[in-house]
């Protein structure tokens, strides 16, 4: 009786699993597409920072320090490792 319920757990493990096998490689590519934009977009965002920082009278070494503290929290794998 045991074993009759866990080959029936297993069946539909593996029913579940073929569902969603074929939606994962556009899952995959949709997700290195965002992360690719997002990266982009964060690097644009730091050089209109530091473009800001140094038209106000900062140096160029305070405002490089300061944009690379603004980027640090975009990192999107640092982001994630903390939630590890």
């Known amino acids: 009786m045991e074993e009759l319920l866990h ?26 597409v965002m992360f690719l934009r997002f990266e982009r977009r964060a690097k644009k965002a730091g050089k209109v920072f530091r473009k800001e920082l140094m038209k106000q009278g900062l140096d160029k070494h ?10 640090k929290g975009s990192e999107l794998r640092s982001f994630i490792q903390n939630f590890r």
Do not use: C, D
């Open 7 to 32: 080959e029936k757990q297993e069946q539909r493990g593996s029913k579940v699993v073929g569902l969603f096998l074929p939606f994962l490689p556009k899952l995959f590519f949709t997700l290195v």
């Open 62 to 71: 305070t405002a490089s320090e300061l944009t690379a503290m603004y980027l």
